[in-house]
């Protein structure tokens, strides 16, 4: 039997950057990744292959700076962030479109409750948060350098947000674009939902609740239950 899964949630929980917002990659991202390894002395690999990296979310983002941009993770990423600014990115940043329509929709019921979760650092998830006009979130969370919760696909970062909220794993959802996310959802033991705008062909830990690539399509998507 099929139901629509905002029939049986309380809490979304979201990814930001590919699943909320889009940044286009060849302009808002790849120049940042460049001007911090030509900075740092490194070499810079093809744009596909960082194009590649940057969209698979790994598990392990220092192996790869380490192997291809030969360069000590400890200083890459600060440098990145002093490249990667707010004030940079957004010029080309913008919500996918109808996600703005989709959330405010959903949140018009009172039981339900919204959330971000994201590995941007605080000031980029702030300021593409404030891009989604209309729409409220409950919590808004960056693991980017946090002290006290681990990075995507460890589980600290949800389990905070459902504990906060006072809503458990079987009333939640996190919906993101990428395979960390759906170890994140797993690990958590809550339902994922896949955002594939890409068209990706991800081997997923768990068959997800639902799959979608565009947000018109959101409101209305439906999970088989027993």
Request: hydrophobic share 40%; with cysteine.
């Amino acid at each position: 039997m099929s139901r629509l899964i905002r029939h049986l949630k309380d809490l979304y929980v979201f990814d930001l950057d590919m699943t909320l917002v889009n940044t286009i990659f060849e302009t808002g991202i790849h120049p940042s990744i460049v001007n911090t390894i030509q900075e740092l002395g490194g070499i810079v690999p093809p744009i596909e292959v960082i194009r590649s990296w940057w969209y698979a979310n790994p598990d392990d983002w220092d192996a790869f700076v380490r192997e291809h941009f030969k360069l000590d993770a400890d200083v890459f990423w600060p440098a990145f962030r002093h490249h990667d600014t707010p004030e940079f990115r957004l010029q080309f940043t913008q919500p996918f479109p109808g996600v703005i329509e989709a959330l405010q929709h959903l949140q018009s019921d009172p039981r339900i409750k919204l959330a971000v979760i994201t590995a941007a650092k605080q000031n980029i998830m702030d300021a593409e948060v404030a891009l989604l006009k209309g729409v409220h979130f409950s919590e808004c969370l960056s693991l980017n350098g946090h002290s006290r919760f681990r990075d995507k696909p460890h589980p600290d970062g949800l389990l905070h947000i459902m504990e906060t909220l006072g809503i458990g794993p079987e009333r939640t959802v996190y919906d993101g674009d990428s395979l960390s996310d759906a170890k994140f959802a797993n690990n958590t033991e809550v339902d994922f939902i896949h955002f594939n705008e890409r068209q990706a062909k991800l081997d997923l830990p768990a068959p997800p609740l639902a799959i979608y690539d565009q947000w018109g399509q959101f409101y209305d998507l439906e999970a088989q239950v027993a």
